[in-house]
């Protein structure tokens, strides 16, 4: 009766289409590679494969069998996976919902220090352009947990992991320049790099001008985050951005604001959050920096 391990050698042996190669990955050495395909033949029969001078070829009756020893594999991990799970150990896969400018600034370095501790569990971001999108999304389902701004009237479960600061960006030769801070008022006459109707950071900047008394003028409006401060870099006009996404494009210049500008930052889940959701949280609250955030 073929084990396991025999079906795993052979399917090595025709993934790497050499037994050479396939002890090297298998980590044994080639005559033991050898004996186990053999026994393998014997229980299925005949001949699985052909060896061929650089190569080797299925037979007919290797052809029948990958498939199912292909899911029989397959199975086995699932089977393996699925009783770590219920004793709490592992997981295949922590589902986030979050926004754009979020994966951008707060969730590499987090993600990093997740991956030294739980190297065994995926990642998967949901990745939406507004704030109310990822409430939607989280009430409906989506994801494990939410990482975003503050919700309002949010039912579950939400802890603040930081506070986020808002910066302008200009270019090196604009006229602001000359000092390190500014009031957002004394921009009221200019044009700025807006954000796309709809996308998070233009209801953020429109809400921070109106409590500054004015309406931004409008430059250019773009979708992405991370082409806001390339854009001012530019010169098109001055853009705010959240100061955990900048990597310092050539020839921009950044200004805190006076007032700052900030907004608070949380992780959100419909109930309690599950162990590994929680495990999640504790690695944005606990990180250098809050993840990223400006505390």
Not at 1 to 8: F, G, K, P, V, Y
Not at 39 to 60: D, I, Q
């Amino acid at each position: 009766m073929a084990t396991l391990r025999q079906l795993e050698y052979f399917v090595t042996v025709v993934d790497e289409s050499s037994f050479t190669k396939a002890a090297e990955l298998l980590h044994v050495t080639q005559p033991a590679l050898s004996h186990q395909i053999r026994t393998l033949e014997r229980s299925a029969g005949g001949p699985l494969l052909e060896r061929l001078p650089r190569t080797v070829r299925l037979t007919p009756t290797g052809r029948a069998m990958l498939p199912h020893a292909r899911a029989a594999l397959a199975d086995a991990e699932r089977a393996r996976c699925a009783a770590r799970q219920a004793a709490g150990l592992e997981v295949g896969e922590l589902q986030i919902a979050t926004l754009y400018s979020i994966t951008l600034g707060v969730l590499p370095a987090a993600l990093r220090r997740w991956r030294q501790t739980h190297p065994d569990v995926g990642i998967r971001l949901f990745e939406h352009r507004h704030t109310e999108d990822l409430i939607e999304a989280m009430n409906a389902g989506e994801a494990d947990l939410a990482v975003g701004p503050e919700p309002t009237d949010w039912s579950g479960v939400t802890r603040t992991i930081g506070h986020e600061e808002l910066v302008v960006v200009v270019a090196s030769d604009d006229p602001a320049a000359s000092g390190d801070t500014i009031k957002l008022q004394d921009l009221a006459d200019r044009a700025w790099v807006h954000y796309a109707p709809g996308h998070g950071l233009a209801d953020v900047l429109d809400h921070a001008c109106a409590q500054a008394g004015f309406e931004p003028r409008i430059a250019v409006r773009t979708e992405q985050t991370a082409a806001a401060p390339a854009l001012a870099a530019a010169g098109l006009g001055p853009a705010l951005v959240p100061d955990n996404i900048l990597d310092n494009p050539k020839g921009s210049h950044v200004l805190h604001l006076d007032p700052p500008v900030r907004r608070t930052l949380t992780a959100y889940t419909r109930g309690e959050p599950d162990p590994l959701a929680a495990a999640f949280i504790d690695v944005l609250v606990w990180g250098d920096g809050a993840a990223g955030t400006r505390r």
